[in-house]
């Protein structure tokens, strides 16, 4: 696990993550719920990490929705 999706998961499981509205949009539009790809990041696996993006440290991570599909969460 990369030290970027260690601290998003320590920021996730503190209650401390914000969701822009371009990220609602695009979740909407693919009929995924916000909650619970929050509630999966533990299990989420890093596909690449990106620690010096400009707009702040991020990873691309793999995780289930809630019918066991395949998601990509940045």
Do not use: N, W
Request: charged share 25%; net charge negative; aromatic share 6%.
């Amino acid at each position: 696990m990369s030290d970027t999706f260690r601290r998003i998961v320590d920021l996730v499981h503190h209650g401390e993550v914000r969701v822009s509205a371009h990220g609602y949009d695009e979740m909407a539009e693919d009929d995924i719920l916000a909650g619970e790809v929050i509630d999966g990041v533990g299990a989420g696996v890093v596909v690449e990490d990106y620690p010096a993006y400009p707009k702040g440290p991020c990873t691309l991570v793999l995780q289930q929705d809630r019918r066991g599909d395949a998601i990509h969460v940045v």
